[in-house]
């Protein structure tokens, strides 16, 4: 059942205000036409046939005025306005109102006008009529009684026109604005060229069949010509606007079409989500058929096209009025569903356009099969306009795709650019582009310190290329020395270097040595930047030799404490920092701050081994190597004191490059780990093909192999492989005492945990470091604590 047109109801949080304004316009209207209307008793029997002629031209054309073609039909051009124009300007304003009266009120008869609604119509002609008669009073007189017109009766008469639009414009517009808020404003500014070619050709008219009329009444009638021309004219636009809204291909609505569907849909229920009406949701879906392209690809383009109007042709038939299907380009379509009152609605409707889908489409007898995925975003859970609803859809039709599913509907959880995570994200660079306190990051100017294994914390760098300097080394620093023609380019590149930051900060003075440790403090007097986003900090996990308990080095893991939103989540922030460039920053921030710390290290006397993750996008390209190799030879820290952890899931993702990045690594000097092993894409040929030194056993695995059998023979296998390959093994995830003695006695190298440590602040580990005393575990009973798996 189609439903009533919202012209015709007021939604109740606006009743009264509305209520006030139409109340207001009647009483206005009354006012400005009683006089007339009482005095058009005594004239009447003396108005001319001409006048009769024009009343009844203007009443049986707004019979049927011209509606302009569409769902809802809630535009249409009424003759009325001319005829009653020119009474006003030949008769008065009296006869004017009158004939306007009748013909509004056939015309809301014939429409389905509200009673309320038809009223105001009536009351918004008469107070338009009164202005219009109000400034076509300005001129000399009655313009058409007798002799020639002169310049100031014309302007006169245009002035008039002009003020008629003006407040009947007005008029509508105001109570549209009152009643549907402000939403409705751009509508209406997008409808006034249609009102202006229309309505002001009527009123153009109207001086032409006055003079008409006063040569001979039986002119009048020959005014349906130029009216005919003007309702083609507007059929024709209406009819191209149309056309523009209609896909060439499949003749079903476009993307334009869509977006006013959907806005109008909008409108209507929230309307009856004001009214308290159950069906108050609206869905719309997004298609993509799954194998398109390989149909484009082997059979051609023209075969392309045939399926997608069989495609069309199967929507048509599944969705039912007032249902729409459109198609928005390419393999893409999407329907948009109405009267809902939960999304299993939309999600069984979707699994029945999977089903109509699935069944192969037959051209020149090779049977196609074309499937599609399908997201579903919901009104208003999802969003109340077309552009999010549109987002998110998408983003449930992708999420669909990811998980080798047919339907999905919006979550926030799938959605990795929403509002939410964009804000972070922009907080993410920039608490890159400054330091920890908010400003620039300058270091300290200190002489030259070497540690016990002759690392060199530079006082300032240098500026100069030596001839000693390795190739990667001269290589790398030509990249960022160019001042980049875009400031905020330049900038973001010269704060994630620390080379270039020394080189463009003025020096500080060298701290005292109570303050080596201490987090920089902000210059007295210097006010903070806005907004504020927070601190990116290292944290650092010590790695213990499990034989001889002994501290052999320490995991860097990130952290970011935000302003708003506390400490973030580690997988969060990468997540986040993976689907940008944001995340090049943040490595180069990494390895700076991680090299920078071993530097430091060496210099009072402690000799680690740091290890440090690194993304895909970093193994990509072989820039992470060289900032490493640069990194390294700049701060005079050996190549073996860093180790890179990369996951299956990077070597995966584009083999070739990242095994070219890893060499390339390896022959740095670089130690190599194969990270969370056997979690995900486990192969043998990786401990095979790769450079690798290192083997890390998830904590997965480690946090339940003292009750687990499986996971204890998973660990123990893995180890064994390890060994047998000359590679070292380290375990994730130690908690417990009984773990930390079971990974002794299957001969497992090292391990981090809680039960020795959790992750800590640079300053905080050293002092862990002097209290820290080496426990060697027994290897006694060992090999009895050892779960067994049991027989399946």
């Known amino acids: 059942m189609e439903p009533p047109d919202p012209r015709n109801l007021v939604p109740p949080g606006r009743a009264a205000q509305f209520t006030a304004f139409v109340v207001g316009v009647l009483a206005v209207a009354v006012l400005v036409s009683a006089g007339p209307l009482v005095s058009l008793g005594t004239s009447l029997p003396d108005l001319p046939v001409a006048f009769w002629t024009m009343a009844v031209l203007a009443v049986a054309c707004d019979a049927r005025p011209f509606v302009a073609p569409g769902r809802r039909q809630s ?41 309320w609604r038809t009223a105001f119509n009536a009351a918004q002609y008469a107070c338009s009529l009164a202005a219009a008669y109000a400034v076509s009073r300005l001129g000399p007189g009655a313009a058409f009684d007798s002799g020639p017109l002169n310049w100031t009766d014309v302007a006169a008469i245009g002035g008039a026109g002009v003020a008629w639009f003006l407040v009947n414009y007005g008029l509508v517009t105001a109570a549209v604005r009152l009643r549907f808020g402000e939403r409705w404003w751009p509508n209406a500014w997008r409808g006034l060229p249609f009102e202006l070619l229309s309505t002001g050709s009527l009123l153009l008219l109207a001086p032409i069949l006055v003079t008409a009329a006063r040569a001979s009444a039986a002119l009048v009638p020959l005014v349906l010509v130029p009216l005919f021309a003007v309702y083609r004219m507007a059929r024709l636009t209406v009819e191209q606007h149309q056309l523009a809204s209609l896909d060439p291909l499949t003749g079903l609505p476009n993307r334009k079409a869509l977006l006013a569907e959907v806005n109008e849909q909008v409108h209507r229920h929230a309307e009856r989500a004001a009214r308290g009406e159950p069906d108050a949701h609206l869905a719309l879906l997004l298609i993509d058929l799954d194998r398109f392209k390989n149909v484009n690809d082997a059979l051609g383009h023209a075969v392309g096209d045939r399926l997608l109007v069989e495609v069309s042709a199967r929507l048509t038939d599944v969705v039912e009025s007032p249902d729409l299907v459109a198609r928005l380009g390419g393999d893409e379509f999407a329907i948009v569903m109405t009267g809902l009152t939960e999304v299993g609605q939309a999600r069984a409707f979707a699994d029945q356009v999977v089903r109509v889908l699935a069944e192969p489409v037959p051209l020149d007898g090779l049977p196609l099969d074309v499937g599609g995925s399908i997201g579903i975003a919901l009104y208003p859970d999802h969003g109340e306009d077309f552009a999010t609803l549109m987002r998110h859809a998408d983003v449930a039709m992708y999420d669909a795709k990811h998980r080798n599913d047919t339907v999905a509907v919006y979550t ?25 306190t908010g400003q620039p990051r300058a270091a300290e100017a200190a002489p030259p310190v070497r540690g016990g294994d002759g690392a060199t914390l530079p006082a300032a760098p240098p500026t100069e290329e030596g001839p000693g300097q390795r190739w990667w080394s001269r290589r790398r620093r030509r990249l960022p020395t160019g001042v980049h023609d875009d400031e905020l380019i330049n900038r973001i590149v010269i704060a994630a270097d620390p080379i270039l930051r020394r080189s463009t900060q003025p020096t500080q003075p060298e701290p005292d040595a109570d303050e080596v440790w201490a987090r920089p ?10 907004p504020d986003a927070g601190e990116i900090m290292l944290y650092y996990q010590p790695q213990i030799e499990i034989a001889t308990g002994e501290v052999v080095g320490v995991e860097a893991l990130l952290r970011w404490r935000h302003p708003r939103r506390g400490m973030v989540d580690p997988e969060e922030l990468i997540r986040v920092a993976e689907q940008s460039a944001v995340m090049r920053l943040l490595t180069r921030r990494v390895v700076d701050d991680v090299v920078e710390q071993l530097a430091k290290w060496s210099a009072a006397g402690v000799s680690l081994r740091a290890a440090l993750n690194v993304s895909v996008r970093d193994l990509h390209t072989g820039e992470i190597a060289e900032q490493i190799a640069d990194r390294l030879t700049r701060y005079g820290v050996a190549p073996q ?24 690594l390896h022959r740095i000097g670089v130690g190599i780990a194969l990270d969370d092993f056997g979690t995900g894409y486990s192969s043998l040929q990786h401990l095979r ?21 499986d996971d204890a023979a998973i660990v123990r296998s893995t180890i064994e492989l390890a060994k047998a390959l000359g590679l070292r093994v380290v375990a994730e995830g130690v908690e417990d005492e009984r773990t930390w003695r079971m990974l002794h006695s299957a001969g497992c190298d090292a391990a981090q945990g809680w039960f020795y440590a959790r ?20 290897a006694a009973s060992d090999e009895a604590e050892l779960p067994r798996r049991h027989p399946r």
Request: aromatic share 4%; charged share 20%.
């Open 521 to 530: 403090t902000q210059p007295e007097g210097q006010s903070d930047p806005a």
């Open 689 to 709: 093909r790769l450079p690798l030194s290192e083997v890390k056993v998830d904590r997965s695995f480690v946090l339940g192999m003292a009750d687990d059998g």
């Open 75 to 115: 535009s249409a051009v009424y003759p009325s306005s001319c005829f009653t124009f020119a009474i006003l300007l030949g008769w008065g304003l009296g006869p004017a109102v009158a004939v306007q009266a009748v013909a509004v009120l056939v015309s809301g008869v014939r429409m389905g006008h509200a009673p």
């Open 412 to 436: 926030a959880e799938s959605d990795h650019n929403s509002a939410e995570r964009l804000g972070l994200l922009a907080d993410l660079r920039r608490v890159l582009e400054v330091g920890p």
């Open 641 to 664: 004191r860093l180790q890179l952890e990369i996951t299956e899931g990077a070597l995966m993702a584009d083999p070739r490059r990242v095994l070219a990045t890893i060499t390339q």
């Open 759 to 778: 992750p800590m602040p640079a300053e905080e580990l050293v002092a862990w470091l002097a209290r820290y005393r080496p426990v060697r575990p027994l």
